[in-house]
C-alpha cells in the first residue's frame, strides 16, 4: 500500500574538495624541471530538483541521507583531478525547504528548478598553480575545502488554486470527485480522507486545481485531529471554498456555527511561507440538498451567510444539482486571482560589488580565551581550511595572505598582544605581531619550510640586521629577498 509523506528531515553532505599535489617535473638530464602538481577537482553538489513525476516525499522517508562524491586529488604532469558527481534528489512540485528552526530557504515551484542544498568544497591548488615571482619552486599545495554538511527539513504543499474545507464527513472528496476525474477514497465514516486529493478541474477556458485536505475539528491549528498536518497544503490557494454537511444530525452542529468554527482555526493557523488563511477569497457550499431536511436547512441559512458578504451554493454530489454553477463560479474567482497577480519580471543578474573600502572580514573579542580574538570572514576561513599545518611553507604562505588582507593590522587596531589567542575557522594560533609576512622583506628557505617559524634563525637574521644598521650598511640582497 502506498503512503503520502509531505514532511521529512534529510541530511545532505556535498562532496569533499581534492587536495592540491606537490610534484616537481623530472626527466633525463633535467632533475629539476620545475613544479607540476595538478589542482584538485570540485566537490559535488547537493541539488534538489523538481520532477513532475513525484508527488510523494516517501523517498526521503526511507532514505533521508543524501551524499555526493568528493573531487579526485591532482597528480603530477599537471594533471587535475576530476570533479565530483553533483547527487540529484527530485522532489515534488510546491516543495518548500527550511532549516530545522523554521527558516525558509526556498520554494520550489516549477518544473525544473534547482536549489543546491548543499555546495561541494573547492578542490585545493596545486604547487604549479602558486608559482610566484617569489615563490618559483613552491614545496606545499593547498588542501582541498571540505564540502557543506547540513540538516534540511522538507515540507509538500499542494499547488492548488482552490482549496476544499470543512468537517469531516462535509462530502468534499465526494465534491472532488464529480467536479473531476479523480477518485478519492469515500465511505460513510469519519476521516475517510488521510491524505490531501487534488483534482483538475474545467470550466469554460478556465483549467485549475482543486484539492481536498482531512476534515478540520475545533483545535486543528493547535494539532487536534489531522489538521494542523495537512493545513500547509491550503496555504498556496488562491480560493477557500467552506463545505458544509446540511444532513448532519449531530448535536450542537449547524451551518453557522460549522463555519464559524472553521474560521478560527484558519485565523489561527500562521502559514509558514507568510500571508494569512482568513484574508483569502471565501465561498460557501451547503451539500447534501438531496436530503429533503438538508434543503430546507441550507434555504434557511442561506440569507445568513449572503448577509456575511459570502457567496453561497447549494450542491449535491448525488444528484450533480448546482455542480455546474458552482464549476464556473469557481473557475470565475480563480481568473481573477490570476489576472490580479502583478506580470512576473524578467530573469535579471544583480551584481553588487564590493565597497573599496570593504576589507571582507571583521574582528571580535573572545568570549571564550581572555585577551583572544576570533577573525570572522568567509576567505580568512576558507584560507585556514586549505592549509596543511604540517608544512612549514604553507604556513607561511597562509600568513602572508592574512598579512596582505590586512588581518595583521586589525588585530594590532583592536589591541592584540604578543602571544595571545587568536582563532580563524576551528584554528586557533598564538598571534606574534613580529613575524614579517605580506609585503614585509623574506629570505626564501628549502622547499617546504619558512625561516619565519624558526624562532632562532629570526633571531639571527635581526642580530645581522641590527648590526649592519647601526654601521648604516643595507641588508644585502642575496640574503633578503622583496616579497
Not at 570540485?42 to 541521507?65: A, C, E, N, Q
Not at 465534491?175 to 483534482?199: C, E, H, M, Q, W
Request: aromatic content about 4%; overall charge negative; hydrophobic content about 40%.
Amino acid at each position: 500500500m502506498s503512503r503520502f509523506v509531505d514532511r521529512v528531515v534529510i541530511h545532505v553532505a556535498a562532496g569533499d574538495g581534492g587536495h592540491g599535489c606537490t610534484s616537481v617535473h623530472r626527466e633525463k638530464f633535467m632533475p629539476l624541471g620545475g613544479p607540476d602538481g595538478g589542482n584538485g577537482g570540485r566537490g559535488g553538489d547537493v541539488v534538489l530538483v523538481v520532477d513532475p513525476g513525484v508527488h510523494t516525499l516517501l523517498d526521503f522517508h526511507y532514505r533521508s541521507v543524501a551524499r555526493a562524491s568528493s573531487g579526485k586529488p591532482g597528480q603530477g604532469g599537471n594533471r587535475n583531478g576530476a570533479e565530483g558527481e553533483d547527487q540529484q534528489l527530485r522532489v515534488p512540485d510546491g516543495t518548500v525547504v527550511l532549516t530545522p528552526d523554521g527558516e525558509v530557504l526556498a520554494d520550489l515551484m516549477g518544473e525544473g528548478t534547482r536549489f543546491v542544498a548543499a555546495a561541494g568544497g573547492r578542490g585545493g591548488l596545486g604547487n604549479a598553480a602558486l608559482v610566484s615571482r617569489t615563490r618559483k619552486a613552491p614545496g606545499f599545495a593547498l588542501l582541498g575545502e571540505p564540502g557543506e554538511s547540513r540538516e534540511l527539513v522538507l515540507e509538500l504543499k499542494s499547488v492548488a488554486d482552490v482549496g476544499l474545507i470543512g468537517f469531516p464527513s462535509a462530502g468534499k472528496s465526494s465534491l472532488v470527485s464529480v467536479l473531476s476525474a479523480a477518485r478519492p477514497k469515500i465511505a460513510d465514516y469519519p476521516f475517510t480522507t488521510l491524505v490531501p486529493n487534488l483534482g483538475v478541474v474545467t470550466a469554460g477556458d478556465t483549467v485549475f486545481t482543486i484539492a481536498d485536505v482531512p476534515g478540520l475539528i475545533p483545535g486543528a491549528s493547535q494539532g487536534k485531529g489531522l489538521g494542523l498536518e495537512f493545513l500547509r497544503h491550503i496555504e498556496r490557494c488562491a480560493v477557500l471554498v467552506h463545505v458544509v454537511d446540511c444532513a448532519t444530525v449531530a448535536p450542537g452542529r449547524d451551518p453557522l456555527s460549522d463555519v464559524d468554527a472553521l474560521e478560527r482555526e484558519l485565523a489561527a493557523y500562521t502559514p509558514t511561507l507568510g500571508g494569512e488563511l482568513a484574508s483569502r477569497p471565501r465561498m460557501v457550499v451547503l451539500n447534501k440538498i438531496d436530503v429533503p431536511d438538508a434543503r430546507e436547512l441550507a434555504e434557511l441559512v442561506r440569507p445568513e451567510f449572503a448577509a456575511r458578504g459570502l457567496a453561497v451554493h447549494c450542491v449535491s454530489t448525488v444528484t450533480t444539482e448546482g455542480l455546474r454553477e458552482l464549476r464556473f463560479a469557481l473557475g470565475a474567482a480563480v481568473r481573477h486571482h490570476r489576472e490580479s497577480l502583478p506580470p512576473p519580471e524578467p530573469a535579471r543578474v544583480v551584481m553588487r560589488p564590493a565597497a573599496v573600502n570593504e576589507s571582507g572580514f571583521d574582528i571580535i573579542s573572545d568570549p571564550d580565551r581572555p585577551g583572544g580574538f576570533i577573525v570572522r570572514g568567509a576567505r580568512p576561513q576558507r584560507w585556514v581550511r586549505q592549509t596543511n599545518f604540517d608544512n612549514a611553507e604553507a604556513v607561511g604562505y597562509l600568513a602572508d595572505r592574512l598579512a596582505r588582507l590586512g588581518v595583521e593590522e586589525a588585530l594590532a587596531g583592536a589591541g592584540a598582544l604578543p602571544g595571545c589567542p587568536v582563532t580563524i575557522g576551528e584554528v586557533t594560533f598564538d598571534w606574534e605581531p613580529a613575524t614579517p609576512a605580506g609585503a614585509v622583506a623574506v629570505r626564501l628557505g628549502d622547499r617546504g619550510t619558512d625561516w619565519r617559524l624558526d624562532r632562532d634563525e629570526r633571531t639571527s637574521v635581526a642580530h645581522r640586521k641590527a648590526a649592519r644598521r647601526s654601521r648604516r650598511q643595507p641588508v644585502a640582497d642575496d640574503e633578503v629577498e622583496q616579497m
